[in-house]
């Protein structure tokens, strides 16, 4: 009878570096896939190209080719802005009150 006997290593020093080349290989196998990963999602957004918006129908506007049919943004743009102001002075105030 045979005994079957396993490949194991004879030292501790050359099973930690058995696991040491296993974490390099993992560590580069991650990266390179990572590496690919970016790049195929790069090469695939370069293609992706919008065609032009259709022409705008005859006499849209109301003196001529105006974009965006003249909408006012004005007050919309005081409110933000107001806001913005508002959540600011907050913040600063409890950052000093800390």
Do not use: Q
């Given at each position: 009878m045979k005994l079957e006997t396993r490949?194991?290593?004879a030292r501790r020093?050359?099973?930690k570096e058995g696991n040491m080349k296993q974490?390099?290989?993992k560590t580069k196998l991650k990266t390179l896939t990572i590496t690919l990963f970016i790049v195929g999602a790069t090469l695939i957004?370069?293609?992706a190209k919008a065609d032009a918006p259709p022409p705008p129908p005859?006499?849209?506007g109301e003196t001529g080719n105006v974009p965006g049919g003249g909408a006012p943004i004005g007050n919309g743009l005081f409110i933000l802005l107001g806001l913005g102001a508002v959540y600011g002075g907050k913040n600063i105030y409890n950052y000093k009150k800390v």
């Open positions: 490949n194991l290593p020093s050359e099973a974490k390099i290989m957004t370069l293609n005859p006499e849209h």
